[in-house]
């Protein structure tokens, strides 16, 4: 190849150049992680080691990782459970109703969003110290539950904008009524943005570290955890964590592209 | 013939009217929501701010707080903690600029270059988040650290002076800020770029523009809905993070929210604490209000 064609290609490409690079980047700190999950490091996983894989087979090694995660699925599942339901039902009442105060409730909806998180976390503190609340997994759930709501609003609410209304109006017209048309023909059809809306809310949770480190109390969780063992060297225990979750995480996503390209032919 | 509209995102459809005796509705699917910001986030506002007025107790004892209007503690934790608060948001403006740098090609290559690809790359994109934020930050801290293989490289290469080292400084913060909230600037960069239509960028050719004209007379533009959602999106969260600060930075890196933090649960001083948020919150909202009308006013339209 002579330097004018290379100079031509790189000219073409240098764009896709540029986003393997940048993919390259974003993947590094994963790859890291996921490398020395594999560590035969001991207590503090800073130095390679060498090769083991005893820490996949016994991921609960460690002291606390696993109480630690315990918590944090646990936490996770429930606040979903109840940030989902409830931003779902606000995502209908905004799309699909009229009513006073809507702007209001954008507002309400708009300003957690907008709030840095430590922000959200010394106001709650503030709340529970104010009224002798003690902190604790309740008390986490509450916070989570919170901060997820405006997430899974804006989610559900996307997904319902896409939606193609005259096939509602073919429910109605063909005497469906109200209850069996969303039953039938809404809910299946939002059902996705519910799902993604979901999972956003889990992974916020499982995720967070300063609103839950404000109001957690002696209660443990996956993100205090690493924080915590941050000074005296994470084991590689918390790496094999982060990185089940990462690939568990990919699963998940793949399926659900599978599903959707199953779904909808193509055309 | 009845025309309907076909909706788009851009383009909602109106809320259909309800029907007779279903105007309870809207309020039943809001209450329980709207009950639970309410009473979750709006209320503890009210807390931060009238706990941010409060004297100690006079018993005396560390932690006990009476209710008082001392406006005093604002100026007072104001002015203590300056070099935080300056801190905190240059490391945040910085932050989201080198954000923007590396994003903005990247959420237009994946736009524009990668075809089928997309939505993969647009998972990829997002996928780190799946691991721990804070094993995340850490890999980075030990990728960046001297045992590392990055700063070996980097002085082998006479880029990094002996004895320097990349952790525990300023630039380390800042990197792991960039890092951390990279995927909240690329995913609505990428969504007002995707909707360019490619023809107005060939039309922009045509009429003699080179590649940087193009950008900046109409990539840009058309993209600033994404700008402006992408920086606010990153510049946020990047002001109130101490994650960063704690784990990247060292001793004069301290911004706000370590602050926060330890007046909170070390030196139980809940009024500066709770003063210094307020602080944050009001800086934070008017700079947002003031640049959304900036963009709004001047390069909206």
């Known amino acids: ?267 | 013939m009845v025309h309907v509209p076909i909706p788009t995102a851009e383009h909602p459809p109106a809320p259909a009217p309800s029907p007779r005796g279903r105007r309870w509705t809207p309020y039943m699917l809001l209450t329980p929501g709207m009950l639970w910001l309410a009473v979750f986030f709006g209320l503890p506002l009210v807390f931060v701010f009238l706990t941010s007025l409060y004297v100690p107790a006079p018993s005396g004892l560390a932690g006990e707080y009476v209710p008082a209007m001392r406006w005093a503690n604002y100026s007072e934790a104001f002015v203590e903690y300056l070099p935080q608060f300056g801190r905190s948001f240059l490391y945040a403006g910085i932050a989201t600029v080198l954000a923007f740098l590396i994003a903005y090609p990247l959420a237009y290559a994946i736009a524009f270059k990668t075809g089928r690809w997309r939505n993969l790359l647009l998972i990829l994109v997002v996928a780190p988040f799946f691991t721990s934020f804070l094993l995340r930050t850490m890999a980075w801290r030990q990728i960046l650290a001297d045992e590392g293989f990055v700063v070996p490289v980097l002085k082998a290469l006479n880029i990094l002076p002996e004895g320097m080292a990349l952790t525990a400084s300023p630039v380390a913060v800042v990197a792991g800020l960039t890092y951390n909230f990279l995927p909240f600037m690329t995913l609505p960069l990428y969504a007002s770029i995707e909707r360019i239509d490619p023809r107005l960028l060939e039309a922009g050719a045509d009429l003699y523009g080179n590649s940087f004209t193009v950008l900046r007379k109409v990539t840009l533009p058309l993209s600033l809905p994404g700008i402006v959602s992408g920086t606010l999106l990153t510049f946020i969260p990047a002001a109130g993070d101490y994650i960063n600060a704690q784990l990247l930075g060292n001793r004069s890196t301290t911004v706000l929210g370590q602050v926060i933090d330890s007046r909170f649960f070390r030196i139980v001083d809940y009024p500066a604490a709770s003063a210094l948020s307020f602080i944050l919150m009001i800086t934070i909202l008017v700079l947002v209000l003031v640049y959304i009308r900036r963009a709004g006013t001047e390069d909206l339209v």
């Open chain 1, 1 to 267: 190849m002579s330097l004018h064609t290379l100079r031509r290609w790189l000219g073409a490409n240098a764009l896709r150049i540029y986003a393997v690079i940048a993919f390259a980047y974003i993947f590094l700190p994963v790859a890291y992680v996921t490398v020395f999950s594999f560590n035969n490091g001991g207590r503090s996983n800073i130095v390679w080691r060498g090769f083991t894989l005893d820490n996949w087979a016994d991921p609960c090694g460690a002291p606390e990782v696993c109480t630690a995660l315990g918590n944090s699925l646990k936490i996770g599942v429930i606040s979903t459970v109840l940030a989902t339901v409830l931003g779902t039902m606000i995502a209908f009442a905004l799309t699909r109703h009229r009513f006073r105060g809507r702007t209001a409730t954008n507002l309400l909806i708009f300003l957690p969003m907008a709030t840095p998180e430590v922000v959200l976390a010394a106001a709650l503190l503030t709340l529970f110290l104010n009224l002798g609340v003690p902190r604790g997994f309740w008390t986490i759930v509450i916070a989570h539950v919170m901060f997820s709501i405006s997430f899974v609003v804006v989610a559900v609410k996307a997904r319902i904008a896409t939606l193609d209304p005259r096939l509602e109006q073919a429910a109605m017209d063909l005497y469906a009524t109200e209850l069996e048309t969303f039953r039938r023909v809404t809910f299946p059809l939002v059902a996705p943005g519910i799902a993604g809306a979901a999972l956003l809310a889990f992974s916020l949770s499982f995720d967070d570290f300063i609103i839950t480190n404000f109001n957690s109390g002696a209660v443990n969780t996956f993100p205090k955890f690493v924080y915590v063992s941050a000074a005296r060297g994470i084991p590689a225990q918390a790496y094999v964590i982060g990185a089940a979750m990462f690939f568990m995480a990919m699963i998940i996503v793949a399926v659900g592209e599978v599903l959707r390209a199953r779904r909808v032919p193509r055309g």
